[in-house]
């Protein structure tokens, strides 16, 4: 009996990782529009990837890695929108943004580890 409570809370645990981490991707999709909503799935990131499972740390670093190198590119495209390839950098960001948050909902969905959460390319 012991060993099927174990299994459960297991997959329970798992389950609300998986429902944590897709609302993170949510959050940030939101955060497009509406820039403090990202900003909200930063911080609850940050606040749930301590006792994360070892598949779900691999979601958040990639969630995490991406909010600030998207930051990164938002600041470089602003600072250089008064010259034409500033908007050309924020709409590379962008797409940059859409894909991964794509691709990092796509790994979830098959419930694997992400597998370049470090990594700075699409």
Same mark, same amino acid.
């Given at each position: ?17 998986? *429902? ?6 949510? &959050? ?9 909503? *990202?900003?909200?799935? &930063? ?50 960001? &962008? ?28």
């Amino acid at each position: 009996m012991s060993e099927e409570n174990a299994v459960s809370i297991e997959t329970n645990s798992d389950e609300s990782f998986t *429902g944590n981490v897709r609302l993170i991707y949510i &959050l940030y999709l939101v955060g497009i529009v509406m820039p403090l909503v *990202g900003l909200v799935g &930063l911080i609850f990131a940050y606040v749930k990837k301590g006792d994360a499972p070892v598949w779900a740390k691999t979601h958040y670093r990639f969630l995490i890695r991406t909010f600030w190198i998207y930051m990164l590119f938002l600041v470089v495209g602003v600072f250089t929108s008064m010259i034409i390839i500033g908007w050309f950098v924020l709409l590379a960001g &962008l797409i940059w943004f859409i894909i991964r948050m794509v691709k990092g909902i796509s790994a979830l969905q098959t419930g694997v580890p992400h597998p370049d959460p470090t990594g700075w390319m699409i």
